[in-house]
């Protein structure tokens, strides 16, 4: 069975040469990486199998990860990674969403056939995708391991991208653009929000004529109205769209599961003076930021800056106003790693990739307008060409 790589071999391994550098220099011997996006990055794994436990072994004494999922999914691994057959463990169905066992209890008996069950081991004890019952198995099953908190290391391993993965952003971008376009192009008094949506989600799968896309990592964002004043509401699957709706959309483009997002705003009808006001602000603070963001400034800085532009706005912002992001899947584009606000010093390096999103939530309404960038050697690049303004319909 031929695998069918989108990274090269000597990718992997400097990604996975690069994992161990970090478990060393925190004294951790084994790594379990149960995060989808992490499983991906270390060994090209790509399946919508994360309902069940999966995941990568890594050790500081093996250049190749080992897979573990339910047997039924190796041939998955056997397709999409550069590991070769003894480094696939596929477990039994009887473990899967048992009463009676647990998948834990077949990663460490993997574990101690491996001859790791006395290591220090790394757990991703704030991941999405390990919980209380995991560590509690291992601990009971792995009697002399160190269980050691790894949460997030492979993410800050991921911050810097390659060329290629570049490379697959900007396709990314590309496909957002288009989607965001087809919003933007589309959304009318008197149609149904949810048609919207269904043409969204079409164009993010769609892609370009040259290349398709993956499904994003969050579901499209397109609150209206009085949802617009809080963050993450989708669409409204009964209402139609309606006279001075404010329309936020938070969209993204996805290429083999490299995220690139976006926000606007529309308003539908004549805006307010207070909606012109804030997204005037917003646009005008977005822009000088982005002109200040350079390699070796901290990621607080960055926060600094943009705040200074809300002085006597009467505009407060006390939230983030931006996030790492890049490879992953549901339910979060970001990386978990570096965030733009006070007190994260962070310094900020050429091939980082930064969602810089300053929202306003408002008591009735919320206006977004944010930028996907590239950290350069000089300074920052838009990945997405699409204009910075309030659109009016």
Not at 239 to 255: F, M, T
Not at 367 to 380: A, M, N, R
Request: glycine share 8%; with cysteine; charged share 25%.
């Amino acid at each position: 069975m031929n695998s069918q790589l989108i990274f090269s071999r000597e990718e992997y391994k400097y990604r996975v040469k690069r994992t161990q550098q970090m478990m060393d220099h925190r004294g951790i011997e084994t790594l379990l990486v149960m995060d989808p996006g992490g499983m991906n990055y270390l060994s090209g794994y790509d399946g919508w199998s994360f309902y069940v436990h999966q995941g990568v072994i890594i050790s500081l004494n093996d250049e190749m990860p080992y897979w573990f999922g339910r047997k039924q999914d190796s041939n998955g691994a056997r397709i999409t990674t550069w590991l070769d057959e003894d480094h696939i463990r596929g477990y039994e169905d009887y473990y899967v969403q048992s009463r009676y066992t647990h998948t834990m209890r077949f990663v460490a008996g993997l574990f101690k056939f491996l001859g790791f069950e006395k290591k220090s081991l790394g757990l991703e004890m704030d991941g999405y995708w390990f919980n209380a019952r995991m560590y509690q198995e291992l601990r009971e099953n792995l009697l002399s391991a160190r269980l050691l908190d790894a949460s997030n290391l492979v993410n800050w391993v991921k911050i810097i991208k390659s060329d290629v993965e570049i490379e697959y952003i900007r396709q990314a971008s590309k496909i957002c653009e288009k989607v965001m376009q087809t919003a933007v192009d589309n959304i009318e008094v008197g149609v149904m929000e949810k048609n919207v949506a269904s043409m969204v989600t079409a164009a993010q799968i769609y892609g370009t004529d040259e290349y398709g896309g993956s499904s994003p990592a969050i579901f499209p964002i397109m609150p209206t109205a009085e949802r617009t004043s809080t963050a993450h509401m989708t669409f409204h699957p009964d209402r139609r769209y309606q006279k001075n709706d404010v329309v936020i959309l938070e969209l993204a483009g996805s290429r083999y599961n490299y995220n690139a997002p976006l926000s606007r705003t529309m308003y539908l009808g004549e805006p307010p003076s207070d909606l012109r006001k804030v997204s005037d602000v917003v646009i005008k603070g977005l822009e000088d930021t982005l002109g200040f963001i350079k390699p070796g400034i901290t990621a607080e800085a960055v926060e600094e800056r943009w705040r200074s532009n809300l002085i006597g706005t009467g505009i407060e912002k006390p939230s983030r106003v931006g996030y790492s992001f890049g490879l992953n899947y549901v339910p979060d584009w970001g990386e978990h790693t570096v965030s733009l606000r006070p007190g994260d010093k962070t310094l900020l390096e050429p091939g980082m990739t930064i969602h810089f999103m300053p929202g306003i939530w408002l008591d009735t309404y919320g206006f977004e307008c944010s930028e996907p960038i590239l950290v350069t050697e000089k300074g920052c690049e838009k990945l997405i060409d699409f204009p910075e303004k309030l659109f009016i319909k």
